[in-house]
Structure formats: C-alpha cells, structure tokens
C-alpha cells in the first residue's frame, strides 16, 4: 500500500463517521445498506475472485444470518448476541453445506450451492413455526448493544446503528484484508490458478476450499445479521437465488481479483438504483442494460479500469 | 409438460453452445405473454396466436444471440451466467412495463373444456392435450437430432467444435439457428402453459429454477435426462403437494443436491 493509497482510506474512514453530522435519515439507511451489501459480497468475493468458485447460494447464508439474528432478538434484547450468533450461524451453515459443496467446481459447484441455497429458501417459505413462513418475522427490535446485565448501549435512533454498521463492518473488512494478505489467501489464489500445482505441493484443496467456503458463509450471516434490525423485518426473499445474484453482480461491477471490487460495486449499485428511481420505476431494465453492456466491454470491473486506463493518465505529466 | 418444454431449450442451448442460459426462463414468461395477448386480448385463433408468439420469441432468441451470446462463447463461466441474468432483469421489468405487474388468467379456448374419462376417472382435456403435445415435441425433437442432416451437424459441433468448424459446417450460423430453435420450444411451452397457467412477471424466474433442477437431475446437455427429469420432477411437486405441502419445494432441491453429488453428470450422463 503506498502512502496515498493510505491518505486516501483514511480521508474515506473520516469521511464515514462523520457522515451522520451532516445528512439525513434516508442517506444514512442507505449507507448501511451499501456496508451490508460490501460485507457480503467481500465474503463472496474471497470464493470467486480468490479461489475461484461460484457460489449461487450465498443468499442462503444470508438468510441464516438474517434469520439467526432475528430470532434471538426478538428473545434477548442484545444486539451483540445477535450479530455474533447471526454470522456464526451463517459459518456452521456454510460449514456443513461446504463440506458437500466442494469436492466439485465449476459448473457443478455452482448448481450444488444453488440448490442448497433453494433449499434455505423453501424452508423459510414454508416452515411456518419457525419462520413464519411467507410473512416472515415481523417486530424485531432495533436492541441495545451490550451483555444483558453487564452493560448496554442504546441503539434505537438510526446514527447510532448506523455507527454500529460501520465499526463492525470495518473491522469485518480489515480482517478480510489480512486473510487475503496471508499465507492462507496466497494459498487460495494459488489453488484458482492451478489446482493441480498446489496439490503436487501436498496441499488439500478440499480443506483450503471448505474455509473460504465457511469464512464467505461467515461474512453472508454477518451481513445478513445486520439488516433485520435496521428493516425490523425478515422475508424469505431473502434466501431466493435472485438475491445471490446481487454480490455477483456488484463483484463483477467494480471487479473480481480486486480487493476493494466488491465495496466499489456495492456503491454504484446503489447509487444507480437511486439515480435511476427517481426517473422511472423500472429500474431493473436499465441495471440488467448496464450489467450486460459491462460484460461486453469491460470485463475487468471498474476497480481494474480505473487503475489500468485512467491512473496512468494522470501519472502522465 | 411446460416445464420438459423450457427444459429442452435450456438442455440444447447448454449441450450445444455451451452457454447456461438463465434468461430462458424469460423466453419462457414472453411467449406466456405473447400467446395471451394475441389469444386473450386480441381474440385471434388459438393456433394462430401460438405460431405467432413462437415467431415473435425466435426474432427476439436470433437477436440474443447474434448480438450478445456469440460474443460470451469463449469466456469465463460467471461472466455467461451474469449476463444472462442482466437480460432476466431487462425482461422482467419490460414486461412489467407492457403489461402491468399483475397477475393474468387467460380464457381457456371452448373446445378444450371438459373432461374426458381416463381409466374410469374424469380427465381435463387440455391437460391430455399438454401430455400429447410434449410427447409429440420429445419424438420430433428425436428424429430431428437423430435423423435429419441438421441434426447431425448440431451433435457434430456439439461433441467438437473445431473439428466440425474445420469440415465447412458454419458453426456461428448453425449455432444462431439452435439458439433461435430453443428460444421457440420454451415459447411453446410458455404459450401452451397459458390457458392453464396465470400469466405474472415472475413466472420466468420461477420456472427457470425448476428447468435447472429438472436439466440437472438428467445431466446437463442431456435430452433423454431432461425428458425424464421433468417427469421426475412433476411427479414429485404433485405428490409432494399431496402428501407433506411444508416440504414439497424443499424435496426437489434435496433431489437435485443428491443427484449433484453422487453423480454429478447427471442419471443419464456418460
């Protein structure tokens, strides 16, 4: 990282907290949104753009998350519980589904997590009991931050989750910068670019394959356990595949086998959903429009451009 | 039935360009919706509106593919997936577009009312009519691929597409008029699927999935397995429904898994 790079970061983190001091609710929800979608789709990114397995299921993770989450606050007023159990659960998912998921790759994989992620789905559409089936669970509360009993924080009012959503996923990002950075992440894009070398050295995929699979599972049910406080609702939609397809959209929007690809992405996604809103309700056609035109023309993402094409010109004198 | 139809588009567009398309679901939704407009709204023969809607979807199949499929052959499998997924987003919302985003039931044409008696028990026309027609398009599908020069040079570049490039077959032509021929057999089973069916925005999204479920569990690029799998696959929604309702979309998926992991090229895969 050069001195810049850092100069840079940092201007953004400052820019970040004191964000809530100068705009409104609306900018303020929809910040959050863009973290949660940034934690998952970094979690999803570490299986495609690191080890180069297509998840379609990821959604179902979220759900996990999503759901975990909800139903210990709607017992336990804590939001910490919440979060924690919320990605944990979504890691014990992603382990135990993993582990049957990664023996293949490739277009198999692909369908395999699609199916497990279809399954997630149905349950939370059908099995009422648990899940209130298809009008989810509905009143969570927006819990104080803390241990019952030992300390809380209050959390209700929309800048303090929002600060809330921004440690947390800060941290969650730091920490996925480390993983990559590590002997862990080399090993990882080593097994992308050919798995057969990496295996002559004694090393098991599988294994390697089965903890990105478990750490991007991890990610999904932490992002996921952030948003039913923030909508006070959980739906099944959010297990549908359709649902997985948004952080591979956004990855390949600001660019697979870059870091920050996936935050990037993340932010135009929304930032063109609201700009495109606000002249006509159909804003899908325009975004699947600009998805397909991106994968014609500039396959690399936006994170690649700009570093390749523009950076060069304005290192020009 | 309908879904054996959308199936078998999705199977020779996989098995022949090698492209999981999963905007055929949205061919599927348009031809649903073209068959309803010209029978429903317009009033036109029921036959009529079929061929024409099938048209309709083979103009805007040639377009896809002339103009962004063949540019996708050659790379990497997520960038196929995605931008087949961004022309579900446009179809989607085009649809919602032109015709609103609720639900639609068509008439269903005079001459298909009533039951007749099947084996003692009363049967709806129409629906002894879908099984005809999807066994019929299955035979003709056979002797087409099997039979014909066509069809030769289809399994041709299908199994090598360089061989059967370097032995003069026009691949980028014949590959437009496979994926034109796919788009038009999903059309006929949305258009079939009409009077029977609603007609909503989502109906491509949910159908596409069970395509996958069915093209899986019978390997991918699989005809025969596609046929049988769809079978499998109705069979088990109906039963499903009749015996445990929470769990019917659940088993699907837990077959496809299943299949997915213990023999992954699929039941009738080589």
């Known amino acids: ?317 | 039935m309908y879904l054996w139809l959308l199936s078998a588009g999705l199977t020779l567009v996989f098995g022949v360009l090698g492209v999981l398309n999963f905007a055929q679901g949205s061919l599927f939704m348009l031809g649903a919706y073209a068959t309803f407009t010209l029978y429903g709204k317009l009033g036109l023969n029921f036959w009529l509106s079929i061929i024409l809607s099938l048209i309709c979807v083979g103009v805007i199949g040639a377009v896809l593919e002339r103009f962004f499929l063949r540019r996708i052959y050659d790379i990497d499998l997520p960038y196929q997936l995605i931008l087949t997924f961004g022309f579900i987003l446009v179809f989607d919302d085009l649809v919602k577009m032109v015709w609103g985003g609720v639900a639609m039931i068509p008439p269903m044409p005079r001459f298909f009312e009533g039951n007749i008696p099947v084996f003692g028990r009363p049967f709806p026309i129409y629906n002894l009519f879908i099984s005809f027609a999807g066994l019929a398009v299955a035979l003709v599908l056979w002797l087409i691929l099997e039979k014909t020069w066509w069809g030769r040079m289809i399994r041709a570049s299908a199994s090598d597409r360089e061989m059967a490039s370097a032995i003069g077959i026009n691949i980028p032509m014949l590959f437009t008029t496979v994926f034109v021929f796919a788009a038009m057999l999903t059309a006929l089973g949305g258009a079939l699927g009409t009077p029977v069916r609603v007609v909503a925005p989502g109906i491509g999204t949910a159908m596409i999935i069970q395509a996958f479920v069915i093209t899986v569990i019978g390997g991918l690029g699989n005809l025969k397995g596609a046929f049988v799998g769809a079978l499998i696959v109705g069979i088990l929604t109906s039963y499903g429904i009749l015996l445990f309702p929470i769990f019917e979309l659940f088993i699907i998926f837990v077959v496809m898994a299943v299949v997915l992991m213990v023999k992954p090229e699929g039941l009738f895969g080589k």
């Open chain 1, 1 to 317: 990282m050069t001195k810049l790079k850092l100069l840079l970061l940092a201007a953004l983190i400052v820019f970040l907290i004191c964000l809530p001091s100068f705009t409104g609710k609306y900018l303020l929800y929809m910040t959050i949104q863009i973290l949660i979608l940034s934690v998952f789709a970094l979690g999803f990114n570490l299986l495609l753009g690191y080890t180069g397995l297509l998840s379609f299921g990821q959604a179902g993770f979220f759900a996990v998350g999503a759901y975990a989450c909800a139903k210990i606050l709607l017992v336990i007023p804590s939001l910490l519980i919440g979060t924690v159990a919320g990605a944990a659960m979504g890691g014990i998912a992603a382990l135990i589904l993993g582990y049957l998921c990664v023996r293949h790759s490739r277009i198999y994989f692909s369908m395999l997590t699609l199916s497990f992620g279809m399954m997630i789905y149905s349950l939370a559409w059908k099995w009422r009991e648990v899940t209130g089936g298809d009008d989810g669970l509905v009143g969570i509360p927006r819990a104080p931050f803390g241990i019952p009993g030992v300390f809380s924080i209050d959390m209700s009012s929309m800048g303090r989750y929002y600060y809330f959503v921004l440690i947390i996923s800060l941290i969650a990002i730091f920490i996925l910068y480390r993983i990559i950075n590590s002997p862990f992440g080399l090993t990882l894009k080593g097994i992308r670019d050919s798995e057969n070398r990496v295996a002559f050295a004694g090393i098991s995929i599988r294994n390697y394959r089965l903890l990105s699979f478990t750490i991007a599972g991890l990610y999904a049910g932490l992002a996921g356990s952030l948003l039913p406080p923030l909508e006070n609702t959980v739906t099944p939609p959010l297990a549908h595949w359709t649902h997985s397809a948004e952080p591979v959209m956004v990855t390949l929007l600001g660019g697979i086998h870059t870091f920050s690809g996936p935050i990037v992405g993340s932010v135009i996604f929304y930032l063109l959903k609201d700009i495109i809103v606000r002249v006509t309700q159909y804003w899908l056609i325009w975004f699947g429009a600009i998805v397909v035109f991106l994968v014609l023309v500039f396959r690399g993402g936006i994170v690649v451009f700009f570093s390749d094409r523009i950076m060069p010109l304005l290192k020009r004198p």
